[in-house]
Each structure stands twice: as structure tokens, then as C-alpha cells.
């Protein structure tokens, strides 16, 4: 019991893009304009950042590429996202994290995202038995990854060289997880929203989130009626 009120509360970190026009959610283009792409992508961050914020945790990080907006709650400490890849670029982002407190990295692509999901699986109690966090995602990658004793040489062990962005992604961390002779706990699977489809069912998932409300209006405005081509509009 003395060990379990001992044990330092998680870092959690967030790797995110700055929600630009043209920078961010491509592939929900031309479904989506550019501008509604970052709408959609902004909501989905402020959905992860919120609800992490609800989640027990010594700091929380966001490893940025770009600029920090309206969009991000007090408290969360900003650094620049470092590396070339996205294998070095996820390894860099867990490098930030102390050493002396367990590190759970999420990525900004899953608003459906639940406190009960984390808050159990990090807890001391449960914890002690656990060297790592997996969280499948179901396209073969993976939207959270954490490691009980966090470090830039573990990070780059697990994720240096993975390809990423493949039906196999997961799979690969998963196994450099398992052959680093860690205890790994799997968190549930998740659906990343990176297509139309994706974001429909993370929106049916996750109705009352800012990324829901977005995408509703979204839908909306995508099927209303237009003027046709070369006919000016009446107000």
C-alpha cells in the first residue's frame, strides 16, 4: 500500500499538428474542404486535450508541430516536435518525458477517447505489474503507446526504423514491445480518423464531443443545395 501512494503520477503527452488549411486531415479532402479539415482536426484536439485533462497526471505535454492556438487548455507545457520520420518524431516526443514517472504518448486522431480508458490502466494499482501501453488502432497502427520507465534510448529502441502508416505498423511495435522483454497492457482498440468514413463513426461513437458537433455541421453544409454554375444567387 506505502508503494502504490508513492508511486509519481503519469507524464501524458499529446503529438499533434497545429490545425492548418491544407496541413492537416488531407484525407478528408475534397469531402471536406481544406478549411473544414482543420475545423475537424482543431475539434479532435481540443476533444484529446480536454478529456486528458480529466486523467491523473504529475504533466502534461503537447508535442507540437507548429504553433499552439486557443484551442489549448492552461497547464499543458508546448515543445517542438523533433526528427525527420514519424518513427523519430513519436521516439523523440517520449524522449521528453521524465524518467522517474511512467509516460503514455496519444496521438490527436481519436476524440472518442474515454478518462476510464487511461485513468484504470495508469493507476498505481494496477500499474505495478505493467511495463508498457499499447493502443491498437484499427487501420494496423496505433493511437497511444506508454512506457513504465520512460527514455530517449527505449523510446528510439521501440519505434526507431517502423514503418509507419501501414496495415503492419502496430504489429512491429507491438513485437519490438514484446522482444524488449516488456510486460505490455493493450489498451482498447480505436478507430483514427483519417477518411470521411472514419469520421462518421467516430462521431456515431462520440455524439455530445466539439469533433461530432463539427462533423454534423459539416454534413450539413456539404449537402446543402448550391446555385447552379454560372447563376448568381438572389438573397
Given amino acids: 500500500m506505502r508503494a502504490v501512494l508513492a508511486a509519481p503520477p503519469p507524464t501524458l503527452l499529446v503529438i499533434a499538428k497545429e490545425p492548418l488549411p491544407g496541413r492537416v486531415k488531407t484525407r478528408l479532402t475534397p469531402f471536406c474542404s481544406p478549411e473544414q479539415a482543420a475545423a475537424l482536426a482543431e475539434a ?3 476533444d484529446t486535450l480536454m478529456l486528458l485533462d480529466t486523467v491523473p497526471a504529475g504533466m502534461r505535454v503537447l508535442v ?5 492556438g486557443p484551442w489549448l487548455p492552461a497547464g499543458w507545457h508546448t515543445v517542438p516536435q523533433g526528427g525527420a520520420g514519424l518513427d523519430e518524431r513519436l521516439a523523440a516526443a517520449l524522449g521528453h518525458a521524465p524518467p522517474h514517472a511512467p509516460a503514455l504518448l496519444v ?8 478518462a476510464g480508458m487511461l485513468a484504470g490502466p495508469l493507476s498505481p494499482a494496477v500499474r505495478g ?3 508498457a501501453w499499447f493502443g491498437p488502432a484499427t487501420d494496423g497502427g496505433f493511437w ?3 512506457l513504465a520507465a520512460p527514455s530517449p534510448r527505449l523510446a528510439g529502441r521501440i519505434l526507431r ?4 502508416s501501414t496495415a503492419d505498423t502496430g504489429r512491429i511495435v507491438l513485437q519490438r514491445l514484446e522482444t524488449a522483454g516488456l510486460r505490455v497492457h493493450r489498451l482498447p482498440e480505436l478507430t483514427d480518423v483519417d477518411t470521411p468514413a472514419d469520421a462518421r463513426a467516430v462521431a456515431a461513437l462520440a455524439p455530445h464531443t466539439h469533433f461530432a458537433r463539427t462533423w454534423h455541421s459539416t454534413e450539413r453544409t456539404d449537402r446543402a443545395p ?3 454554375a454560372g447563376r448568381a444567387t438572389r438573397e
Fill in 44 to 46: 479532435a484536439l481540443r
Fill in 64 to 68: 507540437l508541430e507548429g504553433e499552439p
Fill in 107 to 114: 496521438g490527436m486522431d481519436t476524440p472518442q477517447l474515454a
Fill in 129 to 131: 505489474e505493467v511495463d
Fill in 144 to 146: 497511444a503507446l506508454g
Fill in 161 to 164: 526504423g517502423v514503418p509507419m
Fill in 226 to 228: 448550391r446555385a447552379p
